[in-house]
Each structure stands twice: as C-alpha cells, then as structure tokens.
C-alpha cells in the first residue's frame, strides 16, 4: 500500500523528493493486519492535517515516536475487513476516526470502540476533517467553559482549523462571537460564517478594536477567551476580561507561551482551563465520544459546516504542510488518497 514514511526529522514542507525532505512516500508499504478480533481495518480517503502534526515533523511537538513512524491524525474512510467479535461496524460502512500515529497511509488499523459511524448527508472529506479540530473546541468551549447564550466569546487565530470550529461552534451555542485574524481574505471568511465582530490584526489592535465593539453593543467585556495562539495577541486580549471569565488554553502557534498573571486572575475571579483533547481519551473518554457523536450529528445537519482550504494528494503533501506553516489555512487542510474522485465530492 501508499504511506507516507517519516523516516527522519525536518521540514515538510521540502518537496518529497529532496534530498532533505522528512518523508518518503512509501509505495510498498506492507497492509496493516487486524490486531485483536475487536480491530477493523479502514482504507482511509482522507486525513486531516493538523498543526501537531507539523510540529511533530520538525521534532518541537510534546509526543515523539521513534523513526521511522507514519504520520496520523484524523482521518475518514470506508471499513474494508472487521474481526470476529465486532458488532457496530461492517465492511463498506463509511467511518471517522483519529490517530496518534498511522493513519497517512492507505490502510490503518483501529479497535471499533475508536471508530465513529458517519452519519447519512456527512461528506466524508469533511468528517476526516472533524474531529480533532472541532472535538477540541467542543470540548473546550461546552464542557470546560460551559458558554452560555448571549455570552460574549473572544476567538484568537479565527481563521485557523481549530479557530474556525471555536466560532462555529460559539454560534450554535447562541454566544456573541468576536474573531481575531490576519488578512482580507480571512477575515471575508469570518463575515460568511456570521460571527458578530471581527478584527483583522492586519489593520488593528485587538484591545481598541474589541472595546469599541463592546461599547457600541453596550456589553461589558469578553466572558470566554478562546486561545490557540499565545504571545502578545493573548496578553492584550486579557485586558478586555470580565469579572468571573473562562481562559482557554489551547495551544501556542505564535511560538510563545503565554503568562496568565495569578493575581489578577484571583482579583477578577477567572477560570484558567489548560485543555489537550487528546488526553480526553485516556481520562474522560466518555466525554470526547459524546462530543463527537454530537458535532458528526450537527455536520449532518448543517449546523456546521467544514471549509477546507487546501485539499491535496498524498504525493504533494509538503504542500499541505506549507499552508500550515505560511498561515495559509482557512479552516482545514486534508491529505486526500485518491484526489481526482474526491476532487468531485460535495465540498
Ligand atoms: N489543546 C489541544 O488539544 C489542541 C488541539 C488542536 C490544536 N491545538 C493547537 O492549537 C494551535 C492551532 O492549531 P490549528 O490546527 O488551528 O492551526 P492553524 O490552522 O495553522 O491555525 C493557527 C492560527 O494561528 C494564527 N497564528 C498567529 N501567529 C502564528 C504564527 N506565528 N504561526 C502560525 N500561526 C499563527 C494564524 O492566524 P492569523 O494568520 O490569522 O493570525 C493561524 O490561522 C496549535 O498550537 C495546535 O497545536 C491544540
């Protein structure tokens, strides 16, 4: 089968036939066996690309397997063969699914208690594209901060996979949505999706931006802050805290960690929440299969929709990395098998 082979650290975003490039795309990769007679095999149509998955590449990620490993994520796909003992799946069902390690290939193997059915009207592109991005924000924003309607939701890095779902999601949740992102086009994006306000960091400050808003909308100040990014767009944006707001840590893609000042945090009464959704898995997995059994439900619905901004074939990955790393992405970016027949799919 095709992989994709990790096979030493470095950028991915160097053409796969560098001489430096990280990856190899393997063609003679064996097929995963099944594992246990609760294992299901799946042959993937689509990964999802997450910025983890960049970072894990280059060697800066918290994770780091042993090379040579295959690169995993979430993924979507169709079950291609099942052991004796499952019971909720059978060959042919369409599938979604994430993965520590594995998945950027044609086959991968994973227990059915892993395995979540894609409900009738789900594209299975956009499933792929689900559940990390926006089983994190769901997670975050339902579970931990508990958002309620007519809150006021301050989204950093809005634009990006998980930024993106925050807002959604924040509007399903009835909540005033405030987005932070950087360029024209992003910001279009953000005005589509129906957020309340957004400031493009590009042309403004976040503090006199989100003030003015709050004024005009005679609203207090910001109850939930949704942080994938830290660094200096963080610091600013706890200046605009209310009494009693919920702080999302989430991830750090400016590079810098963020300091939550404890003082303050004990004047104002906030909540701080440090969230890996991953861990969701080991502690709280009854949580993370709700969420998701939630967000599959509201795809179906459309009371979500995915936008992918980048779909390629296994052969140009490095370009789906670069769009990570150039601040391209607007949504999600997906690593496709089979790219001309995808190509038509609804998306
Ligand atoms: N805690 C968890 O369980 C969990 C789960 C998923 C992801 N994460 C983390 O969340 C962060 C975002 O992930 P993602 O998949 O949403 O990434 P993404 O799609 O690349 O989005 C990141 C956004 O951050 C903004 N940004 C600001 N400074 C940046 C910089 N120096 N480099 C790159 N982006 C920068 C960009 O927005 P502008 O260009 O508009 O400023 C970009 O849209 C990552 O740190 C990731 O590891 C955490």
Not at 96 to 125: K, W
Not at 272 to 280: D, I, M, R, T
Request: charged residues 20%; contains cysteine.
């Amino acid at each position: 089968m095709e992989a994709l082979v990790c096979k030493k650290l470095g950028d991915p975003t160097l053409p796969l036939d560098h001489s430096d490039a990280p990856f190899t795309l393997s063609t003679t990769h064996p097929i995963p066996e099944l594992t246990s007679p609760t294992s299901v095999r799946v042959r993937v149509k689509a990964n999802s690309l997450n910025f983890a998955t960049y970072l894990q590449i280059l060697g800066k990620y918290q994770e780091k397997p042993p090379l040579p490993f295959i690169p995993g994520s979430d993924y979507s796909g169709i079950v291609d063969s099942v052991g004796s003992k499952v019971t909720k799946f059978k060959v042919g069902d369409p599938v979604c699914s994430f993965a520590a390690l594995g998945s950027f290939a044609q086959f991968t193997v994973a227990d059915e208690s892993e395995l979540f059915a894609v409900p009738e009207g789900c594209d299975l592109v956009a499933a792929g594209a689900l559940p990390v991005a926006y089983g994190t924000s769901h997670v975050a924003l339902v579970h931990r901060a508990q958002l309620q309607p007519n809150q006021v939701l301050l989204v950093l890095g809005a634009a990006g996979g998980v930024g993106l779902a925050a807002v959604q999601i924040g509007k399903a949740c009835g909540a005033i949505v405030i987005a932070v992102a950087r360029g024209d086009e992003k910001v279009q994006l953000l005005k589509n999706v129906g957020v309340d306000y957004v400031v493009d960091l590009s042309k403004a400050s976040v503090i006199d931006s989100v003030k003015g808003f709050l004024k005009a909308r005679k609203l207090k100040g910001v109850d939930v802050l949704y942080d994938p990014v830290g660094g200096k767009v963080t610091k600013e944006s706890m200046k605009l805290l209310n009494w009693g707001a919920h702080i999302l840590v989430i991830g750090f893609a400016s590079g810098e960690v963020p300091v939550i000042p404890a003082n303050i945090a004990l004047v104002k009464n906030w909540t701080v929440h440090g969230l890996y959704w991953g861990s969701y898995k080991i502690h709280r997995p009854a949580v993370l299969e709700d969420s998701l059994k939630e967000l599959l439900s509201w795809l179906a619905r459309g009371k979500i929709t995915i936008n992918i901004s980048h779909l390629v074939g296994f052969s140009e990955a490095n370009l789906a990395f670069a769009a990570i790393k150039d601040r391209k992405a607007i949504g999600k970016v997906m690593i496709v098998f089979d790219n001309q027949k995808l190509a038509r799919s609804k998306l």
